[in-house]
């Protein structure tokens, strides 16, 4: 019974959680201000996964990370979403400024003037990211559909949680780089079955792509 009910709320979960990666899109506006209900998702996520989880370490193993370095595939796949935000920025300040401007305003929430508490909230954001999209969704979609399939629709998902109103290519731009990120976030997660190494690689990419668009 215990298990057919946690069945019951990780099915439920994941459907939510689907629906809401789009609820961005209704342009809900309090107050001239539009919310992102997408955020929730991230947080619903979080709790269904230590509720359901199998074990105490599955897909979440902070003793594990050390050794885990030394899977090459693994390590290359956390690598190539740093290097890509990298040269994404570098490019996008000289030729489409643009660009900058518009992840500026999807991050606006972030304070650049404030290290300490900038440091925590992106630690914060990139696991809760971690373990709601990959140690849960992507990980229980795996079960039913495969894992190749699971990382593009976990990809497609997570993209679109960022989606904001801004100019169209700009829009298709933003969140086509999400999305081939959230791949690799997928990939290295695939290798590990370890939310703290996909995070390793999503927190080092916010943080090297925000210094370099506000300090650099």
Do not use: I, Q, Y
């Given at each position: 019974m215990e298990t057919k009910k946690q069945n019951i709320m990780v099915y439920a979960a994941l459907i939510l959680m689907a629906a809401l990666s789009f609820?961005?899109?209704?342009?809900i506006e309090i107050d001239g201000e539009i919310l992102?209900?997408?955020g929730i998702l991230v947080i619903l996520g979080v709790i269904v996964f230590f509720v359901t989880r199998d074990s105490k370490t599955a897909g979440l193993d902070i003793k594990a990370l050390p050794g885990q370095f030394k899977n090459k595939k693994a390590v290359i796949f956390a690598l190539i979403p740093i290097i890509n935000g990298i040269v994404e920025v570098i490019v996008e300040k000289r030729f489409f400024p643009e660009m900058i401007e518009h992840?500026?305003?999807r991050v606006s929430f972030l304070d650049p003037s404030k290290i300490g508490p900038l440091f925590i909230e992106l630690v914060v954001l990139a696991l809760g990211e971690e373990i709601a999209m990959r140690?849960?969704?992507q990980r229980q979609t795996a079960k039913h559909i495969g894992t190749v399939p699971a990382i593009i629709l976990t990809s497609v998902l997570f993209a679109m949680g960022h989606f904001t109103f801004a100019d169209p290519i700009i829009e298709i731009l933003d969140l086509a780089s999400i999305f081939i990120d959230s791949i690799f976030f997928g990939l290295a997660f695939k290798e590990t079955d370890n939310a703290w190494f996909s995070w390793t690689s999503h927190f080092l990419a916010n943080v090297l792509v925000l210094t370099l668009i506000y300090f650099i």
């Open positions: 609820s961005n899109l209704l342009k992102k209900p997408a992840v500026k305003g140690g849960f969704f």
